[in-house]
């Protein structure tokens, strides 16, 4: 059953909200008795009542749990979600910020922020793997970082810019999480500081489309650009060419 799924790798809060939608939805039934059509429905119910992209989103995560049913031998028959026909999301403009734009948001940003974003402009990291970040995957002789969980489930290593290198050597004591903040702290001064900076509706996310956006105009290395950024193919990755 639905139900019986134990997924701990969804560490995102978002991720979790919407397992529990789907175990609400089909719980009580089994894995076989779910059929392509059920999915549908339920598909064009979510893309209704919000969007097109937050349905792919839930379509994505049944896929999933399909999937690892499959390779824990509890699951033996075809994945529903395949015949599934998804809504195609609009292509949104990439939006990064400018040299003077990053100065002045670093410059009122909350000193326990300040680091967080410091790390997310020099390395393109996601705000998960910033917070989960630990000491031992930080490796301050070689100037690498090492992703062990990411979106895409592959591990990955980052170099470490000079900048946040100077930074975390600061740091007098380097054991367990590298930032020491929770997520709704983050938050509350994130929010805080891109008031402050004049960046209405400036998401997170979006300074990692600041690194890869300034990486790619002065490297033009696309192919390194994928590789720090995790993507599986170079599709996405040339959006920022």
Same mark, same amino acid.
């Given at each position: ?95 990064f910020l400018t040299q003077e734009e990053m100065k002045v948001l670093l410059s009122v940003a909350h000193p326990r922020l300040r680091p ?12 998960g793997e910033i917070l989960n970040l630990k000491w031992e995957d930080v490796d301050l002789e070689r ?41 709704? #702290? ?30 790619? #105009? ?24």
């Amino acid at each position: 059953k639905f139900s019986t799924l134990h997924m701990q790798h969804l560490r995102s809060n978002a991720w979790r909200y919407m397992l529990a939608h789907i175990v609400k939805r089909f719980g009580p039934r089994r894995l076989g008795d779910i059929t392509g059509a059920d999915i549908q429905k339920y598909y064009n119910e979510i893309a209704a009542n919000t969007s097109d992209s937050t349905a792919n989103r839930y379509l994505t995560l049944l896929r999933l749990l399909y999937n690892k049913a499959r390779s824990w031998g509890d699951y033996y028959g075809e994945n529903p979600c395949a015949s599934v026909t998804k809504k195609r999301e609009p292509n949104h403009r990439l939006r990064f910020l400018t040299q003077e734009e990053m100065k002045v948001l670093l410059s009122v940003a909350h000193p326990r922020l300040r680091p967080i974003l410091v790390c997310a402009l020099l390395t393109g990291m996601r705000r998960g793997e910033i917070l989960n970040l630990k000491w031992e995957d930080v490796d301050l002789e070689r100037n690498t970082i090492h992703i062990l969980v990411s979106k895409s489930g592959k591990q990955r290593r980052i170099p470490l810019a000079s900048k946040l290198k100077e930074l975390l050597d600061l740091e007098p004591v380097k054991k367990g999480y590298v930032f020491k903040l929770a997520l709704i #702290m983050l938050r509350r001064y994130y929010d805080k500081a891109i008031t402050q900076a004049n960046l209405p509706g400036f998401r997170f996310h979006d300074l990692r489309h600041t690194f890869a956006s300034h990486y790619a #105009m002065n490297t033009h290395d696309m192919a390194s650009l994928q590789i720090i950024l995790g993507h599986s193919t170079p599709t996405l990755t040339m959006r920022y060419a």
